[in-house]
């Protein structure tokens, strides 16, 4: 591939950017016996992680402020992906988690992102006698498991004319990392073995300082 040609790096936020899975970590904070819960029927298969997400983040009873509140204090991020926000890159965020977890976490560390700039679920905060958190699934994949289409927002940028490289850890990224020009993994998680498995070349990071030195180091 030409070395001039448009690029763009679309990224998975929760344990790709950040070091705690955020609607964890909001579950385990204000409902942790109802995380439990959660999380027995979904690894029983009762529930899709798109449900996951729904039910988890509709049972949360806080308001927008305790929200942010609640990622800033406790979801830290690779702060190396500071360096790499500020570096000039073209980058969207991909996450099956909540638009609001992105921005509100990195807000912190100085990084504002747009609502264009991260292709995520979108929450609305119905705040009247109880604080209702009711998501919607505007990027909704065709199985309606993930909640994301991940895989359709690489292809995206393919049909557009962008090498388009994905940066991801885990099983809703795995569409995306068939597809993608070019896969980057986190070191130690299982997009590794999956990657392995099906021949998808990859490049096994564990700082997006070695990204940057990648992506400056090669015309692919």
């Avoid at 994301?148 to 393919?158: G, H, P, S, T």
Wanted: charged residues 30%; negative net charge; contains cysteine.
């Amino acid at each position: 591939m030409e070395s001039n040609k448009k690029s763009i790096f679309l990224i998975d936020f929760d344990i790709t950017i950040s070091k705690k899975d955020s609607t964890d970590v909001l579950l385990e904070t204000h409902q942790p016996e109802f995380k439990k819960e959660l999380r027995k029927r979904y690894r029983a298969g009762e529930f899709s992680i798109r449900e996951f997400i729904k039910n988890g983040l509709g049972s949360l009873n806080i308001t927008k402020e305790q929200y942010i509140k609640t990622l800033q204090e406790n979801v830290p991020i690779d702060e190396t992906f500071i360096n790499f926000a500020k570096s000039g890159i073209k980058f969207k965020i991909v996450s099956a988690g909540a638009r609001l977890n992105v921005q509100g976490t990195l807000s912190k560390y100085g990084i504002n992102l747009p609502d264009s700039e991260v292709i995520s679920n979108d929450l609305k905060f119905n705040g009247a006698d109880k604080n209702e958190i009711t998501v919607e699934n505007p990027f909704l994949d065709r199985e309606g498991y993930y909640g994301v289409d991940k895989k359709e927002a690489v292809e995206n940028y393919q049909k557009q004319g962008y090498i388009t490289y994905f940066v991801g850890d885990g099983p809703s990224d795995y569409k995306a990392l068939e597809v993608a020009d070019f896969a980057f993994v986190r070191k130690g998680t299982r997009a590794i073995k999956f990657c392995k498995e099906n021949g998808i070349e990859f490049f096994e990071f564990e700082n997006f300082n070695e990204i940057l030195e990648w992506r400056n180091n090669t015309s692919y």
